[in-house]
């Protein structure tokens, strides 16, 4: 019964999957990367710019420029304010609608309320501003009497340290009152401050007075915009000419960085789709093209199983993995074919060399059941022993050909030759052998290599004029083992035949004579089996030697 296909039984449709995950996995954090990058580069560079116009105004209050001369850059895109310590902002360009601090901006209307709002957020802070304000005229009055000179000496460098103890606690107050006095959500949650400080402007890291600059992401309501916007703020602390502390904040928008961070990923939202889509079909269409050579193999297969074993799978062109399983495929075929045609031959052969003995055995049986004083029981008896004969023979070739692998038991050749000659004392043909005086051990199964030298012996016999000779000798780890006939020998063209099954090199003499044609078979399957080799040549005496060669134990 064949099974119903599902979608993802297909290589292809899995490979195509496949492949489209991965890419999109890898375009998709590919994408998050370089968002990331380009968003971090641009608010970077907005950072750059809000600092560079810090220090322009920081540079024009050192030059002793006027508050009100002050050249401020763009309002829209770049608007920076002069602020004090108690959050009054000294100086703006006159075009910003801003009216506090700049990290306390929100988007406020203007006119009349936007004064009174911006005046203060209740009677305790304008009590707080008050007395702040008080204290920094003591202060002032106290630095005026101490050090005039050291002041205006370190006003020009931009960092006032004169009346440090009265005018840093009053330093100390006011950044309080900048840093929490802003409404909640005025600022993004990300603050980076450059030079060891971090957190908003006016908090006690980052005091005034110590020369860091600090960067904050602040929402504005520029000029000409009709929506709060995104902006950079940069805060640097500076000394007026007076000696007093201020703030610079300077702002850039980032509008530019969003819009490019938009637009990108806009491009990407688009674009991703389309190149995973063309990722797919070209994927498809390659592993087609790749999996057909693959798909007609399995065609010519599904044909072959029918018993055609003669058929070969097409093997395309290519000298790829594709190419090389469909040549193994056809040695495979060939293999098998040839296997097949053995076993039928050689189940045609058994049968045939099974006939005759038996046919014989019937005949005798017949004639013995109508004459009993006819019976010859010597024939009788000779049919019987070589049905049995034949029946071992092929019970062993049978058990060898399903990879039955001999026993590993240390035999000693030399006394498996004197025993198996022993029993062929008074044969019509002699056996003579030489022996060494120590015994030669291998590895193998005892009854398989006694059948190997009886093979051998017998067949020696009955090819042999007059004797037969077996010699054991040992040669580099190497037991040989060869017998040798005096007969008319094996002539070089037939030397690998006559190792074939139901082989008779002489097909005029009598199968009780030439036997089934198996011994020699037998003899090459066991050696090989035993990890050793098998050869034939002239003997000395004119007929032929058989050496067998077993690595020693």
């Known amino acids: 019964m064949r099974r119903r296909s599902s979608p993802w039984s297909s290589v292809r449709a899995r490979t195509t999957t496949a492949a489209t995950v991965v890419v999109a996995l890898a375009l998709t954090a590919t994408g998050l990367l370089v968002l990331g990058a380009l968003r971090n580069n641009l608010v970077e560079s907005a950072s750059l ?33 002069v602020v004090s310590l108690d959050g009054a902002v000294l100086a703006a360009d006159e075009e910003l609608t801003i009216t506090g601090p700049l990290t306390e901006a929100t988007p406020q209307p203007t006119g009349n309320e936007q004064g009174s709002s911006g005046e203060g957020g209740g009677e305790e802070e304008g009590k707080d501003e008050e007395d702040d304000g008080e204290e920094d005229e003591d202060d002032e009055e106290e630095d005026t009497e101490g050090s005039g000179e050291g002041r205006s000496g370190e006003s020009t460098e931009g960092s006032s340290t004169t009346g440090s103890n009265g005018a840093g606690s009053a330093r100390g107050a006011d950044a309080g009152a900048v840093g929490s006095g802003g409404p909640a959500g005025a600022g993004s949650a990300e603050t980076r401050a450059e ?16 020369g860091d600059i600090t960067f904050t992401d602040v929402t504005l309501t520029p000029p000409d915009a009709d929506a709060p916007e995104n902006f950079r703020l940069a805060a640097l602390p500076s000394t007026l000419a007076t000696g007093q502390p201020v703030i610079i904040y300077a702002a850039a928008s980032l509008d530019t960085a969003e819009s ?15 190149l995973l889509a063309v990722v797919a079909a070209v994927t498809w269409l390659v592993t087609r093209r790749a999996l057909r050579p ?29 190419g090389r399983l469909a040549a193994t495929t056809n040695e495979t075929l060939a293999a098998l074919e040839k296997s097949s045609e053995r076993q039928r031959r050689f189940i045609a052969d058994a049968a045939h060399e099974l006939r005759s003995p038996i046919a014989s055995l019937r005949t005798q049986l017949e004639v013995a059941q109508a004459h009993p004083d006819l019976l010859e029981m010597d024939g009788v008896l000779g ?14 070739l049978a058990r060898l050909d399903a990879g039955e692998q001999p026993r590993a038991d240390r035999v000693d050749l030399r006394a498996l030759i004197e025993e198996e000659i022993s029993h062929r004392i ?37 090819h042999a004029a007059a004797t037969v000779r077996v010699g054991l000798t040992r040669s580099a780890g190497t037991a040989i083992i060869d017998v040798a006939d ?18 008779r090199l002489d097909e005029a003499r009598s199968r009780d004579d030439g036997g089934a044609g198996l011994g020699l078979a037998i003899v090459r399957d066991v050696v090989e089996r035993h990890e050793g080799a098998i050869r034939v040549e002239g003997a000395p005496q004119g007929g032929a030697r058989f050496v067998v060669e077993l690595p020693v134990a």
């Open 426 to 462: 008074g044969d019509r043909i002699p056996v003579e052998y030489t022996l060494p005086d120590q015994p030669i051990e291998v590895t193998g199964s005892r009854s398989q290599l006694a059948r190997v030298l009886g093979n051998l012996v017998d067949n020696a016999q009955r």
């Open 49 to 81: 710019q809000a600092e560079g116009n810090a220090h322009d105004i920081v540079a024009q209050l050192e030059a002793g420029t006027d508050l009100a001369r002050l050249r401020f850059p763009d309002p829209d895109d770049e608007p920076a304010q």
């Open 294 to 322: 693959v798909e007609a193999i399995r065609r010519e297969l599904a044909e072959i199983m029918h018993g055609d074993l003669s058929r070969r799978v097409p093997e395309p062109r290519s000298r790829d993995e594709i």
């Open 383 to 396: 049919d019987t022993v070589r049905i049995q004969q034949l029946a071992a023979d092929l019970l062993l």
């Open 195 to 210: 030079g060891g400080g971090a957190g908003a402007p006016g908090s006690a890291d980052t005091a005034p007075g110590g």
């Open 486 to 503: 005096d007969g008319s020998g094996v002539p070089e063209a037939d030397r690998e035949r006559i190792f074939q099954r139901f082989v």
């Open 260 to 274: 490019a961070v938009a637009d990108a990923r806009r491009a990407m939202l688009i674009g991703l789709p389309l």
